[in-house]
């Protein structure tokens, strides 16, 4: 049950005349969160363990609020599937409770009804409002790399809607499913390393990548696996049974 995570915000918040920040009253305030996969959706509740906001003639100006990421609900499943759902959830396929008990949304600026914040999840804070999208030009022989510069190089805003065609920004290998015919090999593996300022990492659809399912890989355990791939033994068997370019998941 692989749920795409997660676009929330519902807030109680003050309406003040001056400026001042005020903590929330969090019995009066509630988290509301939303989440989507291929067969349909979940939603339920998160509690708040602290908040705070910034007020300015009654406008919201900033805050900070931290979620206790154990007190998560689901509003929509009853019965033995509830226990499921949240055991998944908090699990290491999702948000690992039991080492990162909390998350934390802190707005960094709010231009009328537009507001952009920092989300921080498993300690690691999404910076930008935006998601690389690697495709095959960004690999290379043991490295993966995306500075923006390239005139191939791709990004796209990160929002609800995005969410289910990205993945979490942890280690993975990656192959080429396609290589030019000039290149020696047809194998082609980089190890992509988490850049700290995302949250989530997008690739695009002529790549293979090769992650742990719950938890995250090593880098030295990424590094030998791609090592093994771009072997010119690995690929003189490709070569045994497949003359193609093309570099399929299964085989």
């Given at each position: 049950?692989?749920?795409?995570?997660?676009?929330?915000?519902?807030?109680?918040?003050?309406?003040?005349?001056?400026?001042?920040?005020?903590?929330?009253?969090?019995?009066?305030?509630?988290?509301?969160?939303?989440?989507?996969?291929?067969?349909?959706?979940?939603?339920?509740?998160?509690?708040?363990?602290?908040?705070?906001?910034?007020?300015?003639?009654?406008?919201?100006?900033?805050?900070?609020?931290v979620v206790d990421m154990n007190s998560i609900t689901v509003d929509d499943l009853s019965g033995e599937w509830v226990t499921?759902?949240?055991?998944?959830?908090?699990?290491?396929?999702?948000?690992?409770?039991?080492?990162?008990?909390t998350s934390k949304l802190k707005i960094k600026s709010v231009k009328g009804n537009k507001v952009t914040a920092d989300l921080?999840?498993?300690?690691?804070?999404?910076?930008?409002?935006?998601?690389?999208?690697?495709?095959?030009?960004?690999?290379?022989?043991?490295?993966?790399?995306?500075?923006?510069?390239?005139?191939?190089?791709?990004?796209?805003?990160?929002?609800?809607?995005?969410?289910?065609?990205?993945?979490?920004?942890?280690?993975?290998?990656?192959?080429?499913?396609?290589?030019?015919?000039?290149?020696?090999?047809?194998l082609v593996s980089g190890v992509y390393i988490p850049a700290k300022k995302y949250l989530y990492i997008g690739f695009g659809?002529?790549?293979?990548?090769?992650?742990?399912?719950?938890?995250?890989?090593?880098?030295?355990?990424?590094?030998?696996?791609?090592?093994?791939?771009?072997?010119?033994?690995?690929?003189?068997?490709?070569?045994?049974?497949?003359?193609?370019?093309?570099?399929?998941?299964?085989?």
């Amino acid at each position: 049950m692989k749920t795409k995570i997660i676009s929330f915000l519902a807030l109680g918040l003050l309406a003040i005349s001056s400026a001042f920040a005020a903590d929330v009253d969090l019995a009066k305030s509630s988290l509301v969160w939303h989440g989507s996969k291929v067969t349909g959706k979940h939603y339920g509740k998160i509690r708040m363990k602290s908040a705070k906001v910034e007020m300015d003639k009654g406008q919201l100006k900033g805050g900070e609020f931290v979620v206790d990421m154990n007190s998560i609900t689901v509003d929509d499943l009853s019965g033995e599937w509830v226990t499921k759902f949240l055991t998944h959830m908090k699990s290491k396929d999702f948000f690992t409770v039991e080492k990162y008990p909390t998350s934390k949304l802190k707005i960094k600026s709010v231009k009328g009804n537009k507001v952009t914040a920092d989300l921080t999840i498993k300690d690691k804070t999404n910076e930008s409002s935006s998601v690389p999208l690697f495709r095959p030009h960004n690999i290379h022989f043991m490295s993966a790399d995306w500075d923006g510069k390239h005139k191939k190089d791709v990004k796209f805003s990160l929002s609800p809607e995005s969410l289910s065609h990205l993945l979490p920004n942890k280690i993975y290998v990656l192959l080429k499913r396609f290589s030019s015919k000039d290149e020696k090999k047809r194998l082609v593996s980089g190890v992509y390393i988490p850049a700290k300022k995302y949250l989530y990492i997008g690739f695009g659809n002529k790549l293979n990548y090769i992650s742990r399912k719950d938890e995250e890989m090593e880098e030295v355990e990424a590094r030998g696996l791609s090592a093994i791939l771009n072997s010119s033994f690995m690929d003189n068997y490709f070569r045994c049974f497949s003359g193609n370019t093309q570099v399929n998941a299964t085989e």
